[in-house]
């Protein structure tokens, strides 16, 4: 089954490219002179290696082709399920060799884990502890592994969103009063719906994407550049981690806008999900319950890490609630505590609207998951017929809860029986922001009053992928 989301795939057959979906990243191969020309032919062997053999009748077997996440993203084909040659660099076999070199004294990496929350309640669920015991336990684990920091991912969710917030704000009251509708702004956290646009619709949806970084990559900021200014270390001897919920994190890691070549610094080195973390601690055969619990690390120094929490909303980080609540407050002067979406075709596309009390519409929000929605939402958007100011999109249906690499039913249990039960899971943690108090504290640290800095690591640019026109992309 493909590892990415549906916005990513073209196809649901494993392994099998077609003609017309085969990659077409061109491939450049070095000739090494030769004092006479002549034929070769190649022959491919049972075990799929190629063999060149010249007219002397002398054979060699040909390098065989890479192609990195970084050359996938620069390409203007599209993912297929035989993505496997994709991710060398984000994977277990990799984190075990990062291990074995640093007791082996090799290498010294200074290894961060940073937990998304929806891999803490999926783990939750499968191993029957509650999300901060989980959590607890598990860091136990990667420490005995080798890490030695752990920290939850919540507070860059919470500079996100705070962020995200600030920039709707800023955008809505840019505003012309009676001015035509702009369109909405679309979140940017689901890293399968930024590819699908970029290679998709290219430059006219670009402007309606935020341009706030998802809580991953801030949290690689926080973690590769805020942390070692507090511990005094060189961000290049930190090896960070993230442990999310789908494979298509792997993708928005490996973007060329998070890493900085003069330092050769990436703000994630690896991600790896909820299903290759179960892997993890079944190749030592560890009973996860059995362990000592652990604190998790927390990155403002003289701070203790609170309990696992959530944001209200939805399972995907409550992007649409949080942004409606304070637009509903700071521009219309309304407190609004249960927020009531209206679901619309399907459960995975629902909306809600802050009235006037004439009934006129101020505001309208909605959330769009699952790539069918996505479509629905896109042309609209082309018709000039979506009147939405703030949509939430995620690719996975059910959002990010629901993500590609989170852990399988077992049993009797269907698919939609777990996913209520991680809902269920998830609302019933503390539900609520960092304070501002203590968000605030991190910014000024970190930022000082230097709005530059500040914009270059909270937020980001996107790109159109242009179309490639060489001959190698013609199809016969």
């Not at 032919?41 to 002398?58: M, V």
């Not at 970084?70 to 075990?96: F, H, K, P, V």
């Not at 005094?232 to 806008?257: G, Q």
Request: charged residues 25%; negative net charge.
């Amino acid at each position: 089954m493909s590892k990415f989301s549906g916005v990513l795939q073209l196809t649901d057959l494993d392994d099998y490219i077609t003609p017309s979906q085969e990659c077409i990243k061109p491939v450049k191969i070095d000739k090494k002179p030769t004092a006479k020309k002549g034929t070769a032919k190649i022959q491919i062997e049972d075990d799929g290696s190629y063999i060149e053999e010249n007219e002397k009748g002398e054979k060699k077997q040909l390098e065989k082709a890479s192609i990195t996440l970084a050359d996938c993203l620069a390409c203007s084909g599209c993912i297929t399920s035989a993505e496997s040659i994709l991710i060398e660099q984000q994977s277990n076999a990799q984190l075990y060799k990062i291990f074995k070199e640093k007791s082996e004294g090799t290498a010294k990496p200074f290894i961060v884990f940073s937990l998304a929350i929806q891999p803490i309640i999926s783990l939750s669920a499968e191993y029957n502890l509650q999300p901060t015991i989980l959590a607890r336990k598990l860091t136990t684990f990667l420490k005995d592994l080798g890490a030695d920091m752990v920290l939850d991912m919540k507070l860059a969710e919470d500079l996100s969103i705070a962020e995200q917030q600030n920039e709707f704000l800023e955008r809505f009251r840019e505003r012309k009063e009676g001015g035509k509708h702009p369109g909405p702004i679309l979140t940017s956290a689901c890293p399968g719906w930024i590819c699908y646009a970029e290679k998709t619709h290219g430059n006219w949806i670009l402007p309606y994407i935020s341009k706030v970084k998802s809580p991953q990559q801030i949290m690689g900021s926080l973690v590769k550049y805020y942390l070692p200014e507090a511990l005094n270390i060189d961000p290049a001897s930190i090896y960070h981690v993230t442990v999310m919920p789908c494979f298509d994190k792997k993708l928005e890691a490996s973007r060329e806008d998070f890493y900085t070549e003069i330092t050769n610094v990436r703000d994630v080195d690896c991600v790896v999900t909820s299903l290759e973390i179960q892997d993890l601690i079944n190749d030592r055969s560890m009973d996860l319950a059995s362990l000592q619990d652990s604190d998790l690390d927390f990155l403002i120094q003289g701070e203790k890490a609170p309990d696992i929490e959530t944001n209200t909303g939805s399972g995907s980080g409550g992007y649409s609630d949080h942004v409606f609540r304070r637009t509903a407050a700071e521009i219309f002067q309304e407190s609004v505590e249960d927020i009531k979406y209206t679901t619309l075709k399907n459960q995975d596309f629902k909306e809600v609207l802050l009235t006037k009390p004439d009934g006129s519409v101020v505001l309208k929000f909605a959330i769009a998951n699952g790539f069918r929605n996505i479509q629905n939402l896109v042309q609209k958007m082309k018709r000039k017929r979506c009147d939405y100011d703030f949509v939430e999109i995620m690719a996975c249906p059910n959002g990010c809860l629901n993500g590609g690499a989170q852990l399988r039913p077992k049993g009797e249990y269907t698919s939609k029986e777990l996913i209520a039960v991680l809902e269920e899971t998830y609302a019933g943690l503390n539900n609520k922001c960092h304070s501002m108090k203590l968000l605030d504290q991190l910014t000024i640290s970190w930022f000082g009053g230097n709005l530059e800095k500040r914009r270059h690591f909270l937020y980001t640019e996107y790109h159109e992928v242009e179309k490639m026109t060489n001959a190698l992309a013609i199809k016969w």
